[in-house]
């Protein structure tokens, strides 16, 4: 369901989660190795120069929350915020009520964090064949005991708690009506959902309407859309369409940052930003390489900017030269000299803009055995709680 009519710009468009009132109704979706705090620095810093103010949700990427309670380092390490980051959003991957409280608690006591945000929408076949992801919300007495907990952990706080899932399983098993019904019972304060189901996966088309039928069962909290969102009128569309309170931005901003700034003015109802030249994603990529750098060191910094520039250089006139010298960057220096063979006054292209990132194609979706024969049974799935991907 993706609309032909937009809805006007919204001067005061505002998302409330919580006690945080976003004066644009516009979230960054975690994505796992790439909203890390690089990422979401480099989103505000060009928000903030492009339309002069930083107005969303910049959601950092997802922990597991047994490695958080456990405090594995490299988890300790992606909850890192930057000063200029409020509030600070994190998102967990969890299956265990008792496990989930414990990392809400601990992201309390410690001060982690000023959002938690619970992802159930990952679709990969080993976290779904073990009970995990987009498969959890089918054990409907489970799913809310895991929220809860998550709830119960931040009483008395001003941290709100938020839900993520997809439409279900497969055509066959929607789930998104009661796990949004559950969610809102148990006091989360707002919910999103990917418009996929886990069997669809990437491919294909997000079904928007059935956002517009979550958003008509969910009457107290906000209600996020996302899915198939790559330029500022299709998050307008999508919330004409739907009736949805806010939109999540997933892959349409890889190698895209400044699409935040895009979406913020056409929420507010202010002119939108010329799309940068070459020359200026140039600028950007280096700015991002230094914070990579910054945050992982210089080498795994580089390793980690790789992929990032093919999606920067997406649609560009680029030679294969040039483009494979950079898929094979390893210090800054190089990434400088290299991006200075770009020509600087070539004009964002058409092509550049779209779909982006993973499609992939629909598949049966892989379920521990048995796994439908009771949605109420509360057994926390075995084995299902290593890191993956959000969804």
Not at 114 to 135: E, L, Q, S
Not at 275 to 281: K, S, Y
Not at 355 to 371: D, F, H, Y
Request: proline fraction near 7%; charged fraction near 20%; aromatic fraction near 6%.
């Amino acid at each position: 369901m993706h609309a032909t009519e937009l809805s006007p710009a919204r001067s005061a468009a505002a998302l409330q989660i919580g006690p945080f009132a976003l004066p644009s109704p516009v979230v960054l979706a975690p994505m796992a190795g790439v909203t890390n705090v690089a990422f979401r620095i480099l989103c505000r810093e060009l928000e903030q120069e492009r339309v002069g103010t930083v107005s969303g949700l910049y959601v950092c990427e997802m922990v597991t929350a047994r490695a958080l309670v456990e405090r594995h380092e490299s988890t300790m390490h992606m909850t890192t915020f930057a000063p200029q980051e409020s509030p600070r959003s994190l998102q967990l991957y969890t299956v265990d009520p008792d496990t989930t409280y414990a990392a809400a608690k601990m992201i309390v006591d410690d001060d982690l964090a000023d959002h938690i945000d619970m992802n159930f929408g990952c679709p990969v076949p080993k976290v779904t064949r073990r009970g995990g992801g987009a498969a959890l919300p089918y054990k409907r007495r489970l799913f809310g005991q895991i929220v809860a907990a998550a709830v119960r952990a931040t009483e008395g706080t001003d941290i709100p708690v938020t839900v993520k899932f997809r439409v279900g399983i497969d055509d066959a098993h929607h789930t998104h009506l009661d796990a949004g019904r559950i969610a809102e019972q148990e006091g989360a304060a707002a919910v999103a959902l990917h418009a996929r189901t886990a069997a669809q996966r990437y491919s294909g088309a997000a079904d928007w309407e059935q956002i517009a039928q979550l958003k008509a069962h969910v009457t107290t909290i906000p209600v996020l859309g996302n899915g198939d969102i790559f330029d500022a009128s299709d998050a307008l569309a999508m919330m004409a369409t739907t009736g949805c309170d806010g939109v999540v931005i997933g892959r349409g901003c890889l190698g895209r940052p400044w699409l935040f700034a895009e979406l913020s003015a056409a929420f507010n109802g202010t002119p939108s930003p010329v799309p940068p030249t070459l020359g200026e994603v140039a600028d950007i990529i280096r700015r991002h390489g230094v914070l990579l750098a910054a945050h992982f060191g210089e080498d795994k910094g580089m390793r980690d900017i790789r992929k990032h520039v093919a999606w920067y250089l997406h649609g560009f006139p680029v030679g294969s030269d040039l483009r494979r010298a950079l898929a094979l960057v390893k210090t800054l220096d190089e990434l400088d000299r290299l991006l200075n063979g770009l020509d600087p006054d070539v004009p964002f292209p058409p092509a550049a803009a779209g779909p982006r990132g993973r499609q992939g194609s629909p598949s049966s979706v892989s379920l521990p055995e048995g796994w439908l024969a009771d949605p109420d049974d509360c057994t926390v799935p075995s084995g299902a709680d290593a890191m993956h991907s959000g969804g």
